[in-house]
């Protein structure tokens, strides 16, 4: 009996062998589409998804761009990852004022959470690239991150066995190019999504005091409302819901009125029109909590220093101030109570889920 159970056992895998000789092993099919899609775990709240065409994702491919995100391989003296400076427990960000690269290199600025790019149309905190597939090779290449030559890259990748494997099973046939390894990253980067706050249970509840607190509920009043009916205002910046940022082409970068002069002048690096100095972009509040500290360069530790800012710390002359600050041109002068309450509105933005998610894990 035992030995009739193994035997059909072994002719079922053998038939699954030759099977699979037969078939194409690509992971395209003739129409084009993925054999071994990816699947996005998506709820009624979720935004239409804005995958790249030309790079569908799939199973392998998510895979691949997981392990490159989290190996160290990819720098040059094999110190450093992607994850050095996004960690998951931090949606994605270091938790330092400003980040250390390779050979403990400091940077110029604080480390930017991860999730929900995909309908992003330009990254970094000047808006420098306009794809993922062109961001991810950014840090890889910079001196002062990674520090890796794309070539040697290339070579040292196709010289480990486990990547030759994993190449050949995101994309069949092809050679390992620093093409493919933006496309894997790519792929990673769009399957990262955040969207189960306690905010987001909203849209399904009418008894909003039972999701959210009082205060929470009352901050979010604030944040929503504009100045003249007594609010702070934070939504017409932050305003494309559900993501709590700006992902608009023309309107993601802005200048809050952080600095009088500017020491880094953000997205005038990019455009180099005098009218973009002093503008960067304006980031989701999803996760905020969790991403201290605060703006393009840590200045502010914490979310009571971020309120007392947007309530009496705007420099209500610096050059490009943006029109939302500029139609009502005063400080917010907002109580302890409405800074509090917006702070636990912004705490109920954290999505638990997403940073204990198995699938952004560290695959190794
Ligand atoms: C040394 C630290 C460091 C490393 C290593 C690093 N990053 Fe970053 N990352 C940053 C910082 C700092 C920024 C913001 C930089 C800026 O605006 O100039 C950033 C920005 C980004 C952004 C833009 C997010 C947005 O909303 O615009 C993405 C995407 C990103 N990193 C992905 C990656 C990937 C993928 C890797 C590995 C290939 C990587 N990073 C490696 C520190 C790092
Ligand atoms: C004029 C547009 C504008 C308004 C109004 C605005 N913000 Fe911002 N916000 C920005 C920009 C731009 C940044 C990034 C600035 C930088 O780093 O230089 C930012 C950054 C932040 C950050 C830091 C996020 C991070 O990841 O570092 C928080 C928190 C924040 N805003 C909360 C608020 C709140 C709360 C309000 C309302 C009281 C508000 N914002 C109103 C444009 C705006």
Same mark, same amino acid.
């Given at each position: 009996?035992?030995?009739?159970?193994?035997?059909?056992?072994?002719?079922?895998?053998?038939?699954? %062998?030759?099977?699979?000789?037969?078939?194409?092993?690509?992971?395209?099919?003739?129409? &084009?589409?993925?054999?071994?899609?990816?699947?996005? /775990?998506?709820?009624?709240?979720?935004?239409?998804?804005?995958?790249?065409?030309?790079?569908?994702?799939?199973?392998?491919?998510? @895979?691949?761009?997981?392990?490159?995100?989290?190996?160290?391989?990819?720098?040059?003296?094999?110190?450093?990852?992607?994850?050095?400076?996004?960690?998951?427990?931090?949606?994605?960000?270091?938790?330092?004022?400003?980040?250390?690269?390779?050979?403990?290199?400091?940077?110029?600025?604080?480390?930017?959470?991860?999730? /929900?790019?995909?309908?992003?149309?330009?990254?970094?905190?000047?808006?420098?690239?306009?794809?993922?597939?062109?961001?991810?090779?950014?840090? +890889?290449?910079?001196?002062?991150?990674?520090?890796?030559?794309?070539?040697?890259?290339?070579? @040292?990748? @196709?010289?480990?066995?486990?990547?030759?494997?994993?190449?050949?099973?995101?994309?069949?046939?092809?050679?390992? !190019?620093?093409?493919?390894?933006?496309?894997?990253?790519?792929?990673?980067?769009?399957?990262?999504?955040?969207?189960?706050?306690? +905010?987001?249970?909203?849209?399904?509840?009418?008894?909003?005091?039972?999701? +959210?607190?009082?205060?929470?509920?009352?901050?979010?009043?604030?944040?929503?409302?504009?100045?003249?009916? &007594?609010?702070?205002?934070?939504?017409?910046?932050? *305003? /494309?819901?559900?993501?709590?940022?700006?992902?608009?082409? *023309?309107?993601?970068?802005?200048?809050?009125?952080?600095?009088?002069?500017?020491?880094?002048? &953000?997205?005038?690096?990019?455009?180099?029109?005098? !009218?973009? @100095?002093?503008?960067?972009?304006?980031?989701?509040?999803?996760? %905020? #909590?969790?991403?201290?500290?605060?703006?393009?360069?840590?200045?502010?530790?914490?979310?009571?220093?971020?309120?007392?800012?947007?309530? *009496?710390? +705007?420099?209500? /002359?610096?050059?490009?101030?943006?029109?939302?600050?500029?139609?009502? &041109?005063?400080?917010?002068?907002?109580?302890?109570?409405?800074?509090?309450?917006?702070?636990?509105?912004?705490?109920?933005?954290?999505?638990?889920?997403? %940073?204990?998610?198995? #699938?952004?894990?560290?695959?190794?």
């Amino acid at each position: 009996m035992k030995k009739s159970v193994l035997l059909a056992i072994v002719g079922l895998l053998s038939f699954l %062998v030759i099977e699979s000789c037969k078939k194409d092993p690509g992971v395209i099919n003739e129409e &084009g589409n993925p054999t071994h899609p990816y699947v996005i /775990n998506t709820t009624a709240a979720f935004p239409p998804l804005k995958l790249p065409a030309d790079n569908p994702l799939t199973e392998e491919g998510v @895979k691949l761009g997981r392990m490159l995100f989290y190996d160290p391989i990819m720098s040059k003296d094999s110190t450093i990852s992607c994850a050095s400076c996004h960690r998951l427990d931090l949606a994605f960000v270091d938790g330092a004022k400003v980040s250390k690269g390779i050979r403990g290199q400091v940077l110029s600025r604080n480390s930017m959470p991860l999730f /929900n790019l995909m309908w992003n149309n330009k990254f970094f905190w000047d808006g420098r690239a306009t794809t993922l597939r062109e961001q991810v090779l950014i840090p +890889i290449q910079a001196h002062n991150e990674m520090d890796m030559n794309l070539f040697a890259l290339v070579n @040292k990748l @196709k010289s480990t066995a486990m990547y030759q494997v994993q190449f050949e099973e995101a994309f069949p046939g092809m050679a390992i !190019t620093d093409d493919l390894i933006s496309k894997a990253l790519e792929q990673f980067l769009v399957s990262v999504v955040s969207f189960n706050s306690p +905010i987001d249970q909203l849209k399904f509840r009418t008894d909003t005091l039972n999701v +959210i607190s009082a205060a929470s509920y009352r901050g979010m009043q604030l944040f929503l409302q504009p100045v003249e009916n &007594g609010g702070a205002d934070c939504f017409h910046c932050h *305003s /494309n819901i559900p993501f709590f940022g700006n992902n608009s082409v *023309s309107g993601s970068m802005a200048n809050n009125g952080l600095d009088l002069t500017f020491t880094d002048n &953000g997205f005038f690096a990019v455009t180099g029109k005098e !009218t973009d @100095k002093g503008k960067f972009k304006i980031p989701s509040l999803r996760n %905020v #909590a969790l991403t201290a500290p605060y703006m393009h360069d840590g200045r502010f530790d914490n979310l009571e220093e971020v309120l007392d800012f947007y309530s *009496s710390g +705007i420099e209500l /002359n610096s050059p490009n101030l943006d029109i939302n600050i500029l139609s009502h &041109g005063k400080q917010l002068n907002l109580s302890e109570q409405q800074k509090s309450d917006i702070i636990e509105f912004l705490n109920a933005l954290t999505d638990m889920s997403f %940073v204990n998610n198995p #699938a952004y894990k560290s695959p190794f």
